[in-house]
């Protein structure tokens, strides 16, 4: 059974173009697809599920224009989700760097957490200015404000100063839109997760895509390292 799936929601910007519109991209779909998917992981009883909302290189490298959009997203999507997630005991965690994104989003972000830390029967983990080379230095830096023993630090003792160091490791993870790449989602932490890889954009991603991410991770045989 799946204890912790990953989704890299890609392929959003395509079919905002797909429609020739590239506000479309804010349409409610794409939102209220994160909460069918959630959906569906809490009754496939899955406990954790990581889903890559926004990469520091989007942060960093997209226009104000669009930023706003995502931003505003936020500011409508989340005090929705957080009431969905209260009513199906669900807990909201955030794995990245807060500091990249404005205060009253950091602020709702951080209140949401507050207010989910009862659900008990899953975990919903947003990367949000997140990548992995970025939890690795800030995880250096964190071992190194402590005055950690270099003798003493392996790798499961460096795991503790990561973000999704507190999490069991992804089991699977699914990246839609076509590519065929991890691009540094749970690096550190993947090293025995199962990847499916399927050319339907996030906001179509719907059951029969999820239940195949299922079937084909059930029909692989996971030796680890035996």
Same mark, same amino acid.
């Given at each position: ?102 205060? !009253?989003?950091?602020?709702?972000? @951080? /209140? %949401?957490?507050?207010? +989910? $830390? ?89 059951? !029969?895509?999820?239940?195949?991410? @299922? /079937? %084909?991770?059930?029909? +692989? $045989? ?5």
């Amino acid at each position: 059974m799946i204890k912790h799936i990953g989704f890299i929601m890609d392929g959003n910007r395509r079919w905002a173009t797909k429609l020739s519109n590239l506000a479309t991209f804010w349409h409610e779909k794409w939102g209220d697809n994160i909460e069918k998917i959630l959906m569906l992981c809490l009754d496939s009883e899955i406990e954790f599920v990581s889903m890559w909302a926004l990469s520091k290189e989007n942060i960093l490298e997209r226009s104000e224009i669009e930023l706003a959009g995502i931003f505003q997203l936020f500011r409508d999507k989340i005090p929705k989700l957080v009431e969905k997630l209260i009513k199906n005991s669900v807990c909201l965690d955030i794995v990245g760097d807060l500091w990249l994104v404005p205060a !009253d989003i950091r602020t709702l972000l @951080l /209140e %949401s957490i507050e207010k +989910t $830390k009862g659900g008990i029967r899953m975990t919903c983990i947003f990367a949000i200015g997140y990548s992995w080379q970025d939890e690795i230095i800030r995880g250096i830096k964190r071992a190194l404000a402590e005055g950690i023993d270099p003798k003493k630090l392996d790798e499961k003792t460096f795991l503790t100063y990561l973000d999704t160091g507190r999490y069991p490791p992804p089991d699977l993870i699914v990246r839609t839109g076509g590519a065929i790449r991890h691009s540094g989602f749970y690096l550190y932490h993947s090293a025995y997760a199962e990847y499916f890889f399927t050319d339907t954009l996030w906001p179509d991603f719907g059951k !029969d895509d999820f239940d195949r991410a @299922l /079937e %084909s991770y059930n029909s +692989t $045989k996971r030796n680890f390292w035996k």
